[in-house]
């Protein structure tokens, strides 16, 4: 394709290379420069003037269109003045969610290609884009839960910003550094959000030194070395996944591997151990296997090759889990990583090897891949590919893999495959392994046939191959027949069937090429038998050979049967004729023509099957197709229509209906080929189209059509291989890359369309006539009506390419702009003629479509007056209309259809090394026809003409018609229609308003179509961007009660949710920046003054009737709302749309702030809650901005010491200096986010000014604005309050209430904005909820407490002594009134005082809740509350309190053995707490250092005789608890604790002991540990595993056996110290233990954390000989002497056990060893019986393969054990 592939030459920067094969390409150049020029122009008019909408909209949109037809054909000059006016668009202030999304996605879209501009040609400064990422994900509304951006905005964002962050400045690094550091609090919810943003915003491209090389050892620290966090793992995993990709060879990452890998390891979460030993995985891991594939094969390679290594440890590990009887959760990860390693492997291949050299950095040499390393990757991977073919999860995944491995090795990925392809396609037992091979075989077909390959023998696979497929066309099973019609079609799209027998003797052939020739002499062969198959099929399909049960019962899931295997049938045979040479082809042909002719079948399977495979043979060549079979379809048509009874008959004779079917399906060819039988085709067509038969009469017109389609239309064809094989050696063509001399365009010559204006004088006017003459007469009867409108239907889509666009101006009452929109893209002009492209001329003006346009609407019109109830005419009305509008001869749906062909053919033979160069002829020609049908039907935005509008206001009267079937089809139109034409959906909104109306006029049919039209995306969206039409719709769907019909009822919920789902807010007011009009100057010539002047104003006085028509709006609801006879139903949707209209950055007007506040007290609960909502979003808005100062800070800012620190302790809460007077309160430095200062200070840390400096709380009502006036006077009401409360206090639903963030967050805005204003109408209903028994009373208190508190966070010392004098007591009484269904609500109400806010702000309650909370006078239960509360409190603290957490320890410490579970349970929980701001990399001075804990518990624990006293186990249960709750801690010490917990197992007296050690075993067998804790924790299991007891030598054993899988790299370095442990463990006394420690030993030989098993092995064999003394002899040293034997046995098992689906050249040995001992002694014995009968079951299914590995001898031995002696024996 190097012939014509389109190369960067400086004029352009990337055209669309298939454009250059169109053949009306020579004027494509010009119309796309023209196109350009007047997209720049009016896109930098619209937006210097200001006009977003619809000007700047329209122009990009026009601009998304170009790029998407023509591609980037424009300068870099350009190209980068583009860039800057997206971007700055992009970032204007509050721009609402529509536009954002549009044009993030457009600017995405022009930086895909990073290659093209280099950071020398641009710089986009980072901060702007960060103020948009904060507008949208962090807003305080949006944190209040009100929808401003839709989800697709958000992800457009993501996505530009993804595009964008390598042109980000060289100093932006540091910045974004210095910004996003001081968020790093491991323990805040703040370290989420910074990691996020670093991981999107960090640029990898920068120069190292100003870029990754200031983070990264810093960064990769705060991963590895801190506990997983779901959270933040995925962020950090795509940060550091992306910095590998960018930086191969650059960075050295061979320290971090092993950590790394144990991560991706552990984030499959494979099931490790015993059943019970399993840990539930709350959370998804936070690796995506695309991120983990990109990383490891960015590691690969380079002089260490530590990547490799460790990748092939990981594929070791996980062999076993593709094995397809290993499915279960973690099946479809495992597959979808091995896919993505694949394509990476692939991608960094060709970035190395076939990339061209750009800006970006290049891989140095010393880390490329060299071939030994592509043989590693391939052979790690190649096994798992294998095993997952037949997968229970599909072949999919493997089938891509194995493609990508056949590009770079195809001697080493597919002779297996072909080997179990071909006894798959030998055996009929197992159905599932032919259709997993069939379909890997069709991926990798080219690269085994291609010339040159590695794999040479796979050529001389084809034939078997070719040959054993067709058996699998087998009428019975439709999915085997689909996939080998697939199979035969990948393979010969690849390969010319050529006989090249001949060519021997005349070309210098090797002997492997002459044996190909005489193989290719088998084709004529393979071809005729193919057809037989088909033939076959055909008759085994048709419908008479059908029973009556199948035709009645089963008639859905046939027909999708028949039309799946007619459909992967016909494209087989269309696949095979187009590759066939042309005496193949002549003998195909005549056996085709055979078969049709001497056969008639029925219309409905056989007949259409056998036409289509007719129709392919046309296609390929129409002139030998149309000699055959067009005389005999003339001279059998015309003599059966010889006998008149044949017209008018309604079931005429069988051969007529199916010989008009041939017919329609045979007319398919190139345009000149009509030319010849011209006449012939009039004659015939004209003697049958009025047949009485519908069957007969619709396959004349479908033949009719055909042929004026293929006169008409541009469209390619490919021409056969003519050369004779003795002048070309076509065997050299398997798999080439395209031939573009072989492709060729049918373009109209006048003759044709001279042709085909005949056909439509001949065909189409006499129909136009009749249907003239029925409007004036009603002369047609209905099925003449039907026949008529279906005639002119398919005669108009056959001309639809023929008939151009017409112009004309915009229709009236349409938006108008400063720009011009009339351009229509893709129509031709010509003088005064308009014409399609490629066209060279326009039908007869009697055929214009704009004059068949106008018709139709009038006829329509007639219909729907006097025919409405004719659905049929109605249907096909609609199809003509749908045709007329939007069909130039393709349309959406073929575009769509197109592309995913095209996708698939890229699949399938794309060499995604070598990129399109490498395309085949088929894949090239896919691209080329996606090409040209883009430009036939890439018209969106069109201009809407007066015509347009009358024929869409017809298909709107269609889409309220009284009939279900025909608004459904019109609605589909329509909804078209409002997409491709500019202002549609606003067009028809006046139309639809009167259907909403309460009416009697308006039928209950009407009312329900209208509803679905503005249902449809297109109308909705359209009413939800513009405030005029808004004001006349919503007020129309609360007051349309039209009916009670649940019907109905349905719609109008749908149609309010549809509302709320995609209503965002409108930017209010609009500004535009100056640098947007700067870099819209830049991309042309910039405006006058008072141009630019006259936009100022035009902007202004929009922001002013957009803020008139808003507040026009609400109060309209408003009204709508205090009406008294509103239906309950429609209330709740009026409620619903004023809570969506608050906008963020617009007060909301003063009736509607006075009705929500009102609706606090409506009797209905969903009013209510709304209500709730709507008042917390106003109180949001009247928020006053509070005066902050900076803090003066005397920590060296430049040096970096995560974690407590003197510079920080100030932060930290002491109870003896907690400003305690009015001057302490004002001067005190409050710092509420917890955040700040733990990792690193900012550069500026602000605090509230001093109270005297802020806004008033205390104010008078004359002191408020009129909407704060509206609240204040509400809340200062004693009724208004006392209904709330009540209301607020009721039950909603028993057992499933649970504390109301959304009512906390009001109280909290309230007290915030007002002060202590309302406390005292409040404090007496809290006085007596509080304390009440009713748990919904006591939720509305702690709610309301929670929100006092809160808001109370910036009042004066004066106010917070009054409230904490009012508070304390009562939270006094709380604590002892609290019930087991309430105390999860005080929890949350006690975390929410704490969130976000400085210890000593609220010190009183901190001191409140530390008195005694174990006092044990209201029982344990209180106790246990009392801890939680307390717990639930500091945990918002976090390091902030180390001097209470030091002294609530010392309180705790005599509390370990208390009496009662639930409280040991909360003291062990709180443990963990205390104790989880202890991290690795970071520094603890003041908070309890757990080493310390440990120390005190370990000085308590007793000694090994008082093991069973009681206090003993209460400690014990107390540590226990604290050992489950650090489930994310990885600490030594805790296993220390462990270690020392085991013995307790042994205590029989105690049933709790037991299971909550199993529980804390498995919670710590899954812990992730660090590097540097694998020692100590090793040797901590080893202390346990060398207890006495073997209860206690078990569980440690299994801690030691998941604990090594889960965290395999990094015990690693240790694998011969715990193989020791093992192999001690197999010689114990105690048969439990030597069983576990053997199975361990098994699985991590299998998993190859024991990588050398033939050592094992030989001592394993030494100790099974050991002699054994006689049976009379017990001694102790034979008890030693069967230990050794057993453990020899066990060892030789467990190597057995290790192989469970391979077996290695040492296992026959092994096997041979272990049947040695079937007569040994008990338990020998019995391992030896349980390890032949495991290996049985799982090398069963591939027994034929694995007994090659065993000689004659061991399988004799082999049979004696495995099969059981027979009873007759």
């Known amino acids: 394709l190097t012939c014509w592939t389109v190369k960067g030459d400086g004029k352009y920067q990337k055209s669309i290379a298939y454009n250059t094969l169109l053949p009306y390409y020579e004027g494509l150049e010009v119309e796309a420069n023209e196109l350009f020029e007047d997209i720049k122009f009016n896109l930098s008019l619209a937006v210097q003037r200001k006009e977003l909408r619809p000007g700047a909209v329209y122009w990009t949109k026009r601009l998304r269109s170009y790029i998407k037809v023509y591609g980037l054909q424009f300068s870099k000059k350009d190209h980068v003045a583009l860039v800057h006016l997206l971007h700055e668009l992009v970032v204007i202030p509050n721009l609402e969610s529509t536009l954002l999304q549009f044009w993030c996605s457009l600017l995405s879209r022009l930086l895909r290609k990073w290659e093209l501009i280099s950071r020398e040609d641009l710089v986009i400064p980072w901060r702007p884009l960060y103020d948009v990422v904060k507008n949208v994900f962090s807003s305080k509304f949006k944190l209040l839960g009100m929808k401003i951006y839709s989800a697709e905005a958000e992800n457009a964002v993501m996505y530009v910003l993804r595009n964008v962050r390598c042109y980000f400045s060289e100093e932006s690094t540091q910045e974004m550094l210095d910004e996003w550091r001081p968020l790093l609090c491991p323990f805040d919810v703040t370290v989420i959000e910074a990691v996020n943003i670093l991981s999107e915003f960090l640029p990898t491209l920068t120069p190292p030194e100003v870029g990754y090389r200031l983070w990264f050892k810093e960064l990769v620290n705060l991963w590895l070395e801190i506990p997983a966090n779901v959270h933040t793992e995925e962020f950090l995993v795509e940060l550091f996944s992306r910095l590998a990709l960018h930086n191969i060879g650059y960075i050295d990452w061979s320290p971090y591997l092993p950590q790394i890998y144990t991560r991706i390891l552990r984030s499959f979460q494979i099931p490790v151990g015993p059943k019970e030993f399993k840990a539930k995985k709350v959370q998804e891991a936070g690796f995506k296997t695309s991120k983990a594939a990109a990383f490891i094969i960015s590691t690969l390679g380079g002089d260490g090759a530590s990547g490799s290594h460790h990748l092939k440890r990981l594929m070791k590990a996980l062999e076993s889990y593709y094995h397809p009887s290993n499915y279960g959760p973690h099946t479809k990860k495992l597959l979808s990583f091995l896919k993505e390693l694949c394509i990476q492997f692939i991608s960094r291949l060709k970035r190395e090897r076939y990339t061209e050299k750009s800006w970006l950095p290049s891989i140095p040499s010393h880390a490329q891949l060299t071939e030994e390393d592509i043989d590693v990757f391939v052979d ?108 035969i079609t990948s393979v010969v799209t690849v390969i010319p069937l050529v006989d090249c027998s001949c060519s021997v003797g005349h070309f210098e052939m090797t002997e492997e090429e002459k044996e190909l020739c005489s193989m290719t002499s088998q084709f004529e062969d393979f071809v005729l038998q193919l057809l037989d198959r088909c033939f076959a099929l055909i008759d085994n399909n048709s419908l008479e050979q059908a029973t009556a049960t199948d035709r009645t019962v089963s008639v859905v899931s046939r027909d999708n049967h028949e039309s799946i295997m007619s459909m992967g049938i016909t494209g087989c045979v269309s696949a095979v004729l187009m590759q066939c040479s ?9 056996k085709l023509y055979r078969y049709a002719t001497s056969h008639v079948f029925e219309s409905q399977v056989a007949g259409k099957m056998c036409a289509e495979l007719c129709s392919a043979a046309a296609k390929v060549n129409s002139v030998a197709t149309f000699k055959l079979f067009l005389p005999h379809c003339v001279r059998t048509i015309n003599s059966i229509l010889e006998d008149p009874d044949q017209k008018t008959a309604e079931h005429p004779d069988k051969n007529l209906v199916w010989t008009l079917q041939l017919f329609s399906q045979v007319l398919a060819g190139k345009g000149d080929a009509f030319l010849v039988w011209a006449d012939e085709i009039v004659y015939s067509l004209k003697n049958c189209m009025h047949l009485k038969c519908k069957v007969a009469a619709q396959y004349a017109a479908t033949a009719l059509s055909n042929v004026l389609m293929y006169l008409t239309t541009i469209y390619q064809f490919v021409t056969t291989h003519s050369a004779p094989p003795e002048e070309h ?137 006097e025919k409405e109830d004719d659905t049929k005419a109605m249907l096909f009305l609609v199809k003509i209309l749908h045709c007329l509008l939007m069909n130039y001869g393709a349309d959406k749906s073929t575009q769509l259809s197109k592309s995913k062909l095209f996708s698939y053919s890229k699949k399938c033979f794309g060499n995604q090394l070598k990129g399109k160069t490498a395309h085949c002829l088929s894949t090239v020609i896919m691209g080329v026809d996606y090409q040209h049908t883009l430009h036939l039907t890439e018209r969106n935005m069109s201009v809407l003409t007066p015509v347009h509008l009358a024929m869409m206001k017809s298909l709107f009267k269609m889409c309220v018609s009284s009939y279900t079937e025909v608004r459904v089809h019109a609605q589909r139109v329509l909804a078209q229609c409002a997409k491709e034409f500019l202002f549609a959906g606003l067009c028809l909104v006046p139309d639809i308003l009167p259907l909403l109306k309460k009416d009697e006029k308006v039928s209950h049919e009407q009312f329900k179509g209208a509803l679905h039209i503005i249902l449809l995306p297109e109308f909705c969206n359209a009413i939800l961007r513009d405030w005029g039409i808004m004001n006349q719709v919503f007020p129309a769907f609360v ?15 749908k149609l309010t949710k549809a509302v709320l789902d995609n209503y965002t807010p409108f ?203 509206t609240i204040f006077e509400a809340f200062s009401s004693k009724e208004f309050v006392e209904k709330i409360i009540f209301f607020l206090s009721l039950e909603e639903n028993k057992g499933k209430d649970h504390f109301s963030k959304d009512r906390f967050t009001m109280f909290k805005l309230l007290f915030r904005n007002f002060g202590p ?133 010392e309180y705790l410490k005599p509390h370990f053995i208390h009496p009662f579970k639930n409280v040991r349970e909360r003291i062990g929980s709180m443990l963990a707490q205390m104790h989880a701001y202890e991290l690795p990399t970071f520094q603890v001075l003041y908070n309890p250092r757990r080493k310390d804990t440990v120390r005190d518990i370990d000085a308590m624990l007793p000694s090994a005789d008082q093991i069973k006293n009681t206090d003993s186990m209460r400690l014990s249960k107390t540590v226990l608890a604290w050992l489950v709750s650090s489930y994310h801690n990885s600490a030594p010490e805790l296993f220390y604790l462990l270690a020392k917990m085991l013995p307790f197992i042994t205590n029989e007296d105690d049933d709790e002991i037991g299971p909550l050690i199993k529980i804390t075993c498995t919670v710590m067998s899954h812990i992730e540990l660090i590097a540097c804790s694998v020692d100590p924790v090793l040797q901590s299991l080893h202390r346990a595993i060398a207890s006495p007891f073997w209860r206690v030598r078990v569980p440690a054993l299994l801690v030691l056996q998941i604990l090594v899988f889960e965290n395999l790299f990094l015990f690693q370095a240790m694998s011969q110290e715990v193989t020791d442990t093992l192999l001690k463990l197999m010689e114990d006394a105690q048969l439990e233990v030597r069983e576990l420690a053997a199975s361990t030993l098994s699985g991590l030989v299998q998993c190859g954390f024991i990588d050398k098993p033939e050592q094992l092995k030989e001592l394993f064999i030494e100790l099974s000989q050991t002699k054994l003394p006689k049976k009379s002899s017990v001694t102790a040293a034979a008890e030693d002497h069967l230990l050794k034997r057993h453990c020899g046995v066990l060892g030789l098992a467990a190597l057995v056990e290790a192989c469970p689906y391979s077996v290695p050249d040492w296992l026959p040995e092994v096997i041979d060893e272990v049947a040695q001992h079937l007569h040994d002694p008990m338990p020998i014995q019995e391992t030896v019986k349980k390890t032949m009968s495991e290996f049985k079951r799982t090398h069963y299914d591939s027994w034929s393969e694995h007994k090659q590995k065993f000689t004659d001898d061991q399988l004799v031995v082999l049979a004696d054990l495995l099969i059981s002696p027979s009873y007759y024996a």
């Open 729 to 865: 050696l076509y065997i050299r063509d398997w798999g080439a890359s395209a031939d573009i001399e072989k492709m060729k365009w049918h373009v109209p010559v006048l003759e044709e369309l001279s042709f085909a204006d005949r056909l439509m004088q001949e065909f189409l006017q006499p129909e136009i006539d009749r249907l003239e003459n029925f409007m004036e007469e009603s002369s047609l009867d209905r099925d003449d009506l039907h026949q008529c409108l279906q005639l002119v239907l398919l005669i108009l889509c056959g001309v639809a390419g023929y008939l151009p666009a017409w112009s004309g101006d915009q229709v009236e009452n349409c938006p108008l702009s400063v720009t011009s929109m009339k351009r229509n893209l893709f129509t031709v002009e010509h003088g005064n003629e308009l014409h399609n492209k490629g066209i060279i001329k326009a039908p007869p003006e009697e055929f214009s479509r704009k004059r068949l346009a106008l018709y139709f609407t009038r006829f329509t019109e007639h219909v729907l007056q």
């Open 1067 to 1269: 930017t209010l007011p609009l500004e535009v920046p100056d640098s947007c009009i700067s870099a819209a100057a830049l991309l042309h010539s910039s405006q006058s003054k008072e141009e630019l002047l006259e936009g100022d104003e035009r902007l202004s006085k929009l922001n002013q009737d957009s803020l008139n028509e808003y507040k026009a709006l609400v109060n309209m609801l408003v009204d709508i709302v205090k009406r008294e006879n509103l239906q309950w139903r429609y209330s709740q949707h009026a409620v619903n749309y004023l809570l969506m209209l608050i906008h963020p950055n617009c007060p909301f007007p003063v009736r509607g702030t006075q009705l929500m506040v009102d609706l606090l007290n409506n009797d209905s609960l969903k009013i209510r809650k709304v209500a709730i909502r709507a008042v917390t979003y106003i109180l949001q808005q009247q928020k006053r901005k509070r005066v902050k100062v900076p803090v003066l800070l005397t920590a060296d800012l430049k040096s970096l010491t995560p974690g407590e620190r003197e510079d920080n302790k100030w932060l930290c809460y002491d109870g003896s200096s907690v400003p305690r007077t009015t001057d302490e309160w004002d001067s005190y430095n409050f710092i509420d986010k917890t955040h700040w200062g733990y990792y690193t200070w900012p550069k500026t840390l602000f605090k509230h000014a001093p109270y005297s400096q802020q806004p008033k709380l205390d104010r008078s009502p004359e002191e408020l604005s009129e909407g704060e006036r």
């Open 582 to 590: 042309p005496q193949i082809f002549e003998v195909a042909l005549e």
């Open 1317 to 1449: 204003t309302f406390v005292p109408l409040f404090k007496p209903h809290l006085t007596r909820l509080a304390v009440d028994s009713q748990e919904s009373s006591q939720r509305c208190a702690a709610e309301i407490i929670a929100g006092l508190l809160c808001g109370s966070k910036n009042w004066n010392f004066k106010m917070v002594e009054e409230l904490r004098e009012f508070l304390e007591p009562l939270l006094k009484e709380v604590l002892v009134s609290v019930t087991p269904e309430t105390v999860e609500d005080w929890a949350a109400c006690f975390s929410d005082i704490s969130a976000n806010r400085d210890p000593r702000r609220i010190h009183w309650v901190l001191e409140l809740l530390m008195i005694n909370p174990l006092s044990g006078t209201n029982g344990a239960f209180m106790d246990a509350c009392h801890l939680y509360l307390l717990q639930s409190l500091l945990a918002q603290q976090e390091w902030r309190t180390p001097s209470l957490q030091s002294r609530l320890l």
């Open 1039 to 1053: 007051q349309a009660d039209h009916s009670e019909k649940l019907s109905i009822v349905n719609l109008m919920n």
């Open 380 to 487: 790690s991977i190649l096994p798992m590919v294998h095993m997952s073919i037949f997968s229970k999860g599909g072949s999919i995944e493997s089938a891509d893999a194995l493609h990508n491995l056949a590009l770079v090795r195809p001697e080493k990925a597919i002779p297996d495959l072909l080997n179990r392809t071909f006894k798959a396609l030998t055996t009929l037992t197992e159905p599932h392994q032919l259709i997993g091979t069939l379909h890997c075989v069709s991926l990798v077909c080219r690269s085994m046939l291609e010339e040159g390959t590695k794999y040479s023998d796979g050529r001389r696979h084809l034939m078997p191959l070719l040959f054993l497929a067709l058996p699998g066309i087998d009428p019975n099973d439709y999915r085997k027949t689909l996939l080998c019609g697939i199979l």
